[in-house]
């Protein structure tokens, strides 16, 4: 199966209104997260995409290193949300819940999602997203949501140790390549229909829905905040999209963004 990406196969058939009908594809690029935000701020369309067949300088979230060989899937999609800054950081949410029903769907495999963006086959993560917001006053100007799905590569042959324990990838677990640009039509139909879908009902019918995922709910966790850790329960994720804790001395704390492990 090639690992060239095209654009027309990238949009034949698509089934959206407006996200990808507008795309933007590099062989090689820096970060699509990056060049999405440079897009914006030219004034690119909601719905926009730009994507990558590898990245130099991908990242993730607390500006981690985030590793894009070629195989993968590394896109970032431009929204202009008629939303608060509040309510605009719910979309990772969003994200990680149409990355987890395509990923059940379509191939059958056993997804969780963990807070806040993160999404997991049977265990090991699969998929990471990146939210990224550009604000003027009270009003969202745009957000950019990076999607990273370890896709066609074996993790073991191209991730440093460090990442072997904790990372997968859709061939590593199904032992066979996908389809890129049938993975990214679906990726791109599901999250246009929730993204609807939270702007009409709000981010707390979404959430619903993304806790059925959320196989760390109930479990002991503990939570990197710079360089503070907690411990303790994970209770639930609040309508903020707050990680609820319930700490050794029984206090609950709402933690906003942060690093979650699970403890064994
Ligand atoms: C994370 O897990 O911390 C988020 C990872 C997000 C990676 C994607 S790959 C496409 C887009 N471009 C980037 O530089 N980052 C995101």
Not at 127 to 134: H, K, P, R, S, V
């Amino acid at each position: 199966m090639s690992q060239r990406i095209s654009i027309d196969k990238l949009q034949e058939g698509l089934q959206t209104k407006r996200i990808g009908r507008s795309i933007f594809l590099s062989r090689e690029v820096g970060s699509t997260n990056d060049w999405a935000k440079e897009l914006a701020e030219l004034g690119a369309e909601e719905g926009t995409v730009a994507i990558a067949e590898t990245q130099t300088a991908g990242h993730g979230r607390l500006g981690k290193e985030w590793f894009s060989p070629r195989g993968g899937l590394w896109f970032s999609v431009i929204l202009r949300p008629e939303m608060s800054p509040s309510e605009a950081i719910g979309l990772v949410f969003v994200a990680g819940l149409a990355v987890a029903e395509v990923l059940r769907e379509k191939y059958d495999l056993k997804v969780e999602t963990k807070w806040p963006n993160d999404v997991l086959v049977n265990g090991k993560k699969v998929c990471g997203i990146l939210a990224e917001m550009n604000t003027k006053g009270r009003a969202v100007k745009f957000v950019v949501l990076g999607f990273g799905v370890n896709a066609n590569f074996l993790v073991e042959k191209v991730f440093p140790r460090s990442l072997k324990e904790v990372a997968t990838s859709l061939e590593k677990e199904l032992g066979q390549k996908v389809r890129l640009e049938e993975l990214f039509k679906g990726l791109l139909e599901r999250l246009g229909s929730r993204y609807d879908e939270c702007a009409e009902r709000g981010l707390a019918f979404l959430l619903a829905d993304w806790k059925k995922y959320a196989g760390f709910l109930g479990r002991r966790v503990e939570v990197r905040i710079g360089n503070e850790r907690l411990s303790g329960v994970a209770l639930d994720v609040d309508a903020r999209g707050a990680l609820v804790l319930r700490l050794e001395d029984g206090a609950t704390k709402h933690v906003l963004a942060g690093d979650v492990s699970l403890e064994l």
